[in-house]
T-cell receptor, first 111, second 115 residues
Framework: TQLLEQSPQFLSIQEGENLTVYCNSS?????LQWYRQEPGEGPVLLVT?????EVKKLKRLTFQFGDARKDSSLHITAAQPGDTGLYLC???????????FGDGTTLTVKP | DTGVSQDPRHKITKRGQNVTFRCDPI?????LYWYRQTLGQGPEFLTY????????KSRLLSDRFSAERPKGSFSTLEIQRTEQGDSAMYLC?????????????FGPGTRLTVT
């Protein structure tokens, strides 16, 4: 079983603070996706990382794929209440039909 | 581009009834996936189609569950003799069929409540 473990499970911070959430696995993935999900809605794709050591930036969000392609992190700078949501990571293998998801980090940013 | 759509958004049914959900993928995507998500967990893979062919099914998909994609466009997921444990969000996703097609785009989901 290819498990993705996300930490922390819950995170509550004040507006303007920085944070990092993690996604770890014992398996190597060809790529890893980060999604953000709001209650009652489907996950929305934020980014895909493919190359070991890759860093991608999306405004205040910075995503990093580990050198061994087993782990990833998401760093948010100056968090805003609009960043509140469930952050999911998902790993995929080449030619595989499915993605394996972690259980997510629930982020709450208080104004 | 209208994105992935799912219908209905919510379904309440009594235990033992059959339910059917529909998913319309992004038009140029020929891969379609079904996932199930319960509270506090990430989505769990159920099954996947490439065009009309069902290529993989999870062990989670018991014989009460069946999925079809008859013309390689929309898909249906049917649950027969529903049980309370079937209560969950059922998510559909689609992607393009190419070597770098790791990115799946999700619909809004169908929330099933079995009473």
């Amino acid at each position: 079983t290819q498990l993705l473990e996300q930490s922390p499970q819950f995170l509550s911070i004040q507006e303007g603070e920085n944070l990092t959430v993690y996604c770890n696995s014992s398996s190597v993935f060809s790529s890893l996706q980060w999604y953000r999900q709001e209650p009652g809605e489907g996950p929305v794709l934020l980014v895909t990382v493919v190359t070991g050591g890759e860093v991608k930036k999306l405004k205040r969000l910075t995503f990093q794929f580990g050198d061994a392609r087993k782990d990833s992190s998401l760093h948010i700078t100056a968090a805003q209440p609009g960043d509140t949501g469930l952050y999911l990571c998902a790993g995929a293998h080449t030619n595989a039909g499915k993605s394996t998801f972690g259980d997510g980090t629930t982020l709450t940013v208080k104004p | 581009d209208t994105g992935v759509s799912q219908d209905p958004r919510h379904k309440i049914t009594k235990r033992g009834q059959n339910v059917t959900f529909r998913c319309d993928p992004i038009s140029e995507h020929n891969r379609l996936y079904w996932y199930r998500q319960t509270l506090g967990q990430g989505p769990e893979f159920l099954t996947y189609f490439q065009n009309e062919a069902q290529l993989e099914k999870s062990r989670l998909l018991s014989d009460r569950f069946s999925a079809e994609r008859p013309k390689g466009s929309f898909s249906t997921l049917e649950i027969q003799r529903t049980e309370q444990g079937d209560s969950a969000m059922y998510l559909c996703a689609s992607s393009q069929d190419r070597a770098s097609s790791y990115e799946q785009y999700f619909g809004p989901g169908t929330r099933l409540t079995v009473t």
